[in-house]
């Protein structure tokens, strides 16, 4: 059983692009959450997504940023005309149905964002 | 705002010894204290999480002793080993839909 899949690893990206962050949750597993973590600092919920809904975007900036959880493929987290600001290690974590949300959460490795 | 406050910010313990880290919470309803540990480069691993109904939950080196009264749990490590040089997160319930966590606590085992 494959753990969190994040890809890629590694993103670097001029201002002004745009960033795609992808998350393969553990088979079985229904519940996507997206952190951010700045060097140096803890990790910092942004948002949590079932199959097909956004369930709570509270930690999501109001501006370029959205997530989203397709029926088929994994979850994305899509970064629009980023700055330098927005570099950091994003993680994702999925954890099973019936398991109370936020708990027995299972981290990708990250993806490590760049803008230069 | 629900906050978990962690401490302390770094550690430096002899193999041997014993690694202890803090965390305070805020109210909650939710009872579910998990402790993440997390290597340079990789993404945070569950090592251990107590449910409030016990006051101390053990699993081999790893301690988590817990007072609801006082809203505080915290790790001990004992016998801690180099190999357990990492960054270690305590978090508690966000609300109903995630964690929130501390800032985290690098710790550094000397051989």
């Known amino acids: 059983n494959a753990g969190v899949m994040q890809n890629p690893r590694h993103l670097v990206r001029r201002r002004g692009q745009e960033a795609r962050l992808r998350c393969s949750p553990m088979k079985g597993h229904s519940h996507v959450y997206w952190y951010r973590q700045l060097p140096e600092e803890g990790l910092k919920f942004m948002v949590y997504?079932?199959?097909?809904?956004?369930?709570?975007e509270s930690g999501m900036p109001k501006e370029r940023f959205s997530a989203e959880f397709p029926k088929e493929g994994p979850s994305i987290l899509r970064i629009q005309q980023v700055v330098r600001g927005d570099s950091a290690a994003y993680f994702c974590?999925?954890?099973?149905?019936?398991?109370?949300?936020?708990?027995?959460?299972?981290f990708g490795q990250g993806t490590r964002l760049t803008v230069v | 705002q629900q906050q978990v406050k962690q401490s302390p910010q770094s550690l430096i313990v002899q193999k041997g010894g014993i690694s202890i880290i803090n965390c305070a919470y805020e109210?909650?309803?939710?009872?579910?204290f998990p402790w993440y540990q997390q290597f340079p480069g990789k993404g945070p691993a569950l090592l251990i999480a107590i449910r409030p109904d016990v006051s101390e939950k053990k699993e081999g080196r790893f301690t988590i002793s817990f007072n609801k009264s006082a809203k505080q749990f915290s790790l001990h490590i004992m016998d801690s080993q180099p190999g357990d040089s990492a960054t270690y997160f305590c978090?508690?319930?966000?609300?109903?839909?995630?964690?929130?966590f501390g800032t985290g606590t690098r710790l550094t085992v000397i051989p």
């Open positions: 978090a508690a319930p966000k609300g109903a839909n995630n964690l929130f």
């Open positions: 997504l079932q199959k097909e809904n956004i369930i709570d």
């Open positions: 109210n909650t309803a939710f009872d579910y």
């Open positions: 974590a999925s954890s099973p149905p019936g398991a109370a949300a936020g708990t027995e959460a299972f």
